[in-house]
């Protein structure tokens, strides 16, 4: 191979070829010649005949006219929003348990329904989350209208032991249905009494427990106290949840992804130099199967500076749009909550 390759090189027809296109045709060589047992000096005689094939095949493997598309064509989708309506649920008890603070949702799309998550602290109820069934107004003359929201089911949900969460050792916030049949739950901790963060993962039909997720040693608040240094601030912890997935089905046929954010800092990113500025959020990306997870990355997320008027200022939410790209992890929506509440579209 070694030989062969030496007269390639030194081939008057090889000089002429662009440094770019060169290291092609050696590439091309290597793999029509094989392996070093076969080549001979009787077989190294065509060489030169197959360099010259080569090299006039040249212009139709490089020269194919191919779309240009600009790199923010690619990482931004042209997306829209259309409003459907809104609908105020009516102040209700459902099955024993009081329906409010619903902090996250997500859809199931074979089911054609929605489970939201009560953010109550197991103080009404046991932590839980509710299947809800909207419907619309399908008039073919008009935009479809939102014209009710009806509660089916409530799930409670479970530790590790099987049994409800413990009232105030947990503050579930974001919701996430997976392709296992599962739902992905995140809590932000309680801080001040030393309840730590989590993402875990629960069976969607019975709420039982099935694994939790590894969160890195820096999330974890290291005092109850003024005195903390490190971790999730109180109350500003795991807010937001989403998948990314190829489809879903009752068994996963390959990995998805999860991502989740914090609401503001950490503790230990905290900056006093430009109070201007939006807080330094984390956002965390797991690559998730049915018998094991693994955290892949960890980004650095730069708020918008907070406006003027705003009271507080955070990142509420995200949302994956499907993407079945290698490079590309997920384009999101993500939601800031300010004193008058915002949305923003953007790419990680």
């Known amino acids: ?10 081939s008057s027809a090889l000089r002429l070829v662009p440094d770019g296109q060169r290291s092609l045709i050696i590439v091309l060589l290597k793999a029509l010649v094989g392996k070093e047992s076969i080549v001979s000096d009787r077989t190294s005689k065509w060489v030169p005949w197959l360099l010259a094939l080569v090299v006039a095949l040249m212009p139709l493997l490089t020269g194919c006219d191919l779309p240009q598309v600009s790199a923010e064509d690619r990482l ?7 409003f459907l309506g809104d609908y105020q649920l009516p102040k209700q008890d459902f099955k024993g348990t009081r329906v409010g603070g619903l902090s996250g949702i997500t859809y199931d799309r074979q089911r054609n329904r ?5 953010d109550d602290r197991s103080e009404f109820a046991p932590a839980r989350f509710y299947t809800l069934k909207l419907v619309l107004d399908a008039n073919p003359d008009k935009a479809p209208r ?4 009806a509660i089916e089911a409530v799930t409670t949900i479970t530790d590790e032991s099987g049994n409800p969460y413990a009232k105030g050792t947990i503050d579930p916030e974001g919701i996430a249905l997976s392709p296992l049949e599962t739902v992905f739950i995140s809590s932000e901790g309680v801080t001040h009494d030393g309840i730590p963060p989590f993402v875990r993962e629960f069976d969607l039909k019975t709420g039982q427990w099935k694994r939790s997720l590894q969160i890195p040693s820096r999330y974890m608040p290291d005092a109850s106290t003024d005195q903390q240094t490190q971790g999730i601030q109180d109350n500003l912890g795991f807010e937001s949840l989403t998948i990314a997935a190829s489809g879903y089905g009752t068994t996963a046929t390959e990995p998805f992804r999860l991502f989740t954010a914090t609401e503001s800092a950490l503790k230990q990113d905290i900056s006093t130099a430009d109070p201007t500025q939006g807080s330094k959020n984390r956002l965390l990306h797991y690559l998730v199967e049915a018998r094991r997870a693994l955290l892949v990355s960890e980004h650095f997320y730069q708020l918008d500076p907070p406006p003027n008027e705003a009271i507080a200022h955070g990142l509420a939410d995200l949302l994956a749009i499907d993407r079945r790209t290698f490079f590309e992890p997920g384009t999101f929506i993500w939601h800031q909550w300010v004193q008058r509440q915002t949305i923003s579209v953007g790419h990680v």
């Open 1 to 10: 191979m070694r030989y062969v390759l030496a007269r390639a090189a030194k």
């Open 114 to 118: 929605f489970y939201a998550l009560s």
């Open 76 to 82: 931004f989708l042209n997306l829209s929003v259309d």
């Open 146 to 149: 939102l014209e009710k929201v």
